[in-house]
């Protein structure tokens, strides 16, 4: 028995290992042919580079006039922190206000928050175009941030696990002494930080990712998004250049990788905790 056990462990160990290098397959190959000369990139169906160059990457990085890459990334950081933190700042509030606060309505809106969620976010995309058109906001680091912190998965996710950690701990704090604004902060906070670590890691690889609501709110090289960015520059020149191309999205997926291997470990623990099944 032990024998077969041994054996289904191995076969299944081989079986994930085919399944991520499947997986991986297309990273690596835009990796290694990022790494290859014009021609080659043309001509060769190999995986790896015969002559390893980092000219595809010098030349991306030295036009700035063209592909301000250091600008884009930049653009992208302060939209993507932003835009996390804002999330993050409205979702515990308005979580916590429908979790443990008693208000008229509070069915009605928790209802409609409900409801929110079946609606697709492409719905909104022209209504809230021309919203910031008509206040002559579009080209600005406004739309590129405010629209985010409407989502509502966030609320929904922060106030289910609200909803089953016990409130004596917030009544023990109170009879403290403590405001509802400290109890939120040294209470709540520290007990749904995996959650909360979990609505930033999506929001954060969400807001990164995003190209058509940048595409459409920015036109001038100097506010575009990495995404936006990078997709101008396949559009462009880099069109008949799969090395250069590949370069770029090399740069333009790095920090996205980055952040979450580092963040992993956190955002399992989080979806666990949150009950996401």
Known sequence: MGLVKKKGKIINFIAATILG???LLPILWMIFTSFKTLGEAMSSSALLPKQWTAENYAGIMSDAQNSPMLLWILNTAIVTLAGTLLVVFVD???AYSLARLQFPGKKLLLAAVVGALTIPGIVTLF????LFKSFHLLDTFVPLIFPYSAGTMGVFLVYNFLLSFPKELEEAAF??????WKILTNVIFPAIRPVVTTLSVITFLGIYNDYLWPSLVVSSTEMKTISVGIASLIQGSN???????MASTVIATL???LIFIFTNKYFVKGVTNSGIK
Request: net charge neutral.
């Open 175 to 180: 009879l403290d002494g403590a405001s509802q």
């Open 255 to 257: 920090p996205a990788i």
């Open 92 to 94: 515990v509030l308005a």
């Open 127 to 130: 209504p809230a175009f021309y």
């Open 239 to 245: 069109f008949v250049n799969p090395a250069k191309m």
């Open 21 to 23: 290098l499947l997986f």
